[in-house]
């Protein structure tokens, strides 16, 4: 069984957590299975797939494809529904104490809210709401949270009726971060995550002179969009100060230091299991906690922005 070193147990949001690793929403499903092997590899945390009120069949394949540093994703939202989803959390809560966020995805507010009051009938510790999947046709290109308005509206509705601490999923498509994530913390977020899938981008099939994906777009993830993601974690924990889960491209301890001393408390890994496996989680931990033994820092919290503003 994995072991950790108490440099890495950290709070979040009132939890504490082993390490602060954390699945994000739609790399591995759904299913309490897969959670699970998600924390047996060394996850601290884990978020389902986004879910919607109704079961969603998603989009047509090619749904995803590798480019270069990372992947370009379509997947349309496919899961089994709300319903379907929260049996999936009492399922995996009977076999694991370690905290699960239900990510929830709608177009409108209202739907929001219907889907928060199941959330409330449910085990799940932390609502997730998803303001920024690039890939569905009602939001197409335009996630939820382009507009700080409409960001602080859905929050709010939510946080007005949710028994349990509301994320405000952000996209980083937008030309200034800071505005919507002081509109989530203003309508009531506990935290914030971000980010979302990059893009949408394009890849072309040139022997057949067609699109990879049958979408013809999709949202990018994996190294490549790292460097967008540290900035915009940065920029956003420059203005608020609800804690924030920062991902993308999150492959390696070093990254996991870097996306701290950008500002995140907690951080996502999800393209880097692609690549490195499952195993993933373990793998970060110990770099991160080589990280902290060799520099001689006691905790994760001694890094968070340090010498970063000067
Ligand atoms: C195949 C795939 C499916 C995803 N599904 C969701 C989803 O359902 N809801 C969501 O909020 N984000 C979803 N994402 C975005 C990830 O949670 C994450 O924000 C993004 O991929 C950046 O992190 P990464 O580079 O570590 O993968 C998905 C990403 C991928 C690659």
Do not use: W
Request: proline share 6%.
């Amino acid at each position: 069984m994995f072991t950790l070193d108490s440099r890495l147990k950290t709070d979040f949001l009132g939890s504490v957590l082993k390490t602060p690793l954390l699945l994000p929403a739609g790399v591995m499903g759904i299913s309490a299975s897969s959670l699970l092997y998600a924390v047996q590899s060394g996850a601290g945390i884990v978020t389902t797939k986004s879910l919607t009120l109704q079961p969603r069949k998603g989009h047509d394949g090619p749904v995803i494809s590798p480019v270069e540093g990372g992947f370009i994703n379509a997947m349309g939202l496919c899961n089994p529904g709300i319903e379907f989803g929260i049996k999936e959390i009492s399922e995996f809560k009977i076999k694991s104490f370690v905290p699960v966020i239900a990510s929830v995805f709608a177009t409108e507010p209202e739907g929001f809210v219907k889907l928060t009051e199941f959330i409330n009938d449910s085990e799940a510790d932390f609502i997730e709401l998803n303001l920024s999947c690039p890939n569905v046709s009602a939001e197409y290109g335009v996630p939820l949270s382009s507009s700080p308005v409409i960001v602080e509206e859905v929050v709010r509705a939510v946080t007005d009726i949710s028994k349990i601490p509301v994320i405000a999923k952000l996209s980083p498509n937008v030309p200034d971060i800071k505005l919507l994530a002081l509109a989530a913390e203003k309508g009531g977020a506990s935290a914030l995550c971000l980010i979302n899938t990059l893009g949408p981008g394009m890849e072309i099939d040139i022997n057949i002179g067609r699109p990879v994906l049958k979408n013809i777009f999709g949202g990018m993830s994996g190294p490549c969009v790292k460097p967008i993601a540290v900035k915009l974690v940065y920029e956003a924990s420059s203005v608020v100060k609800i804690p924030i889960i920062g991902l993308g491209g999150i492959m390696t301890g070093a990254d996991a230091v870097e996306m701290l001393m950008a500002g995140a408390s907690i951080i996502g890994i999800g393209t880097g299991i692609y690549y490195r496996g499952m195993d993933i989680y373990r793998k970060v931990n110990n770099e991160l906690n080589e990280f902290l033994m060799k520099k001689d820092f006691k905790h994760i919290d001694e890094i968070k922005r340090i010498n970063i503003d000067g």
